[in-house]
T-cell receptor, first 114, second 113 residues
Framework: DTGVSQDPRHKITKRGQNVTFRCDPI?????LYWYRQTLGQGPEFLTY????????KSRLLSDRFSAERPKGSFSTLEIQRTEQGDSAMYLC????????????FGQGTRLTVV | DQQVKQNSPSLSVQEGRISILNCDYT??????FLWYKKYPAEGPTFLIS?????DKNEDGRFTVFLNKSAKHLSLHIVPSQPGDSAVYFC????????????FGRGTSLIVHP
């Protein structure tokens, strides 16, 4: 499978715990995005990388959130001290610089904070 | 502030008829528009896009129309099929910028056999 893969698919955690999600983009794609989606909403932009550089972060990305893409390949999104409001689907997408349009999404990680 | 708006949360259509999904945007800097389709428990998949230099783009049963003066676009599906039942997201971005697509809230399409 050469699409975008995310791990885990589901995560249930207790409030206050830290969680980390992983995204493996399409191998030749140099742009990687993280989005969050809650019920009844469209995907909301969190942050994106071009190669290993994190170029933009949304206001939604509080200081409890951190994302990395250490070698310009896979990326991790960590949420520290999770809150119930963090419960959402976290989507990763990748695209090829220059296309500017067609972002390919993974299946997402469903986070439930109890 | 919603820059991309899909004002119809749901749409129900008979199989074989036309489905028309609408999208409005407020940011005049947007010049590239995309439609994504999402099935439950899956990520969105790209469907069709249109650049602001065009007013129509067609791909099989799917056609997207862009009205720049009205800041409005629509997706037409003809003929609609039960397998088209999904949530459709409109997204907008701008070339020359950071290429971050901004999404609407989606329209849930149900195609009845």
């Amino acid at each position: 499978d050469t699409g975008v893969s995310q791990d885990p698919r589901h995560k249930i955690t207790k409030r206050g715990q830290n969680v980390t999600f992983r995204c493996d983009p399409i191998s030749e794609h140099n742009r990687l995005y993280w989005y969050r989606q809650t019920l009844g909403q469209g995907p909301e932009f969190l942050t994106y990388f071009q190669n290993e550089a994190q170029l933009e972060k949304s206001r939604l990305l509080s200081d409890r959130f951190s994302a990395e893409r250490p070698k310009g390949s896979f990326s991790t999104l960590e949420i520290q001290r999770t809150e119930q409001g963090d419960s959402a689907m976290y989507l990763c997408a990748s695209s090829l610089l220059g296309t500017g349009d067609r972002a390919f999404f993974g299946q997402g990680t469903r986070l439930t904070v109890v | 502030d919603q820059q991309v708006k899909q004002n119809s949360p749901s749409l129900s259509v008979q199989e074989g008829r036309i489905s028309i999904l609408n999208c409005d945007y407020t940011n005049s800097m947007f010049d590239y528009f995309l439609w994504y389709k999402k099935y439950p428990a899956e990520g969105p998949t790209f469907l069709i896009s249109i650049s602001s230099i065009k007013d129509k783009n067609e791909d099989g049963r799917f056609t997207v129309f862009l009205n720049k003066s009205a800041k409005h676009l629509s997706l037409h599906i003809v003929p609609s099929q039960p397998g088209d039942s999904a949530v459709y997201f409109c997204a907008a971005t701008r070339s020359g910028g950071s290429y971050i697509p901004t999404f609407g809230r989606g329209t849930s399409l149900i195609v009845h056999p």
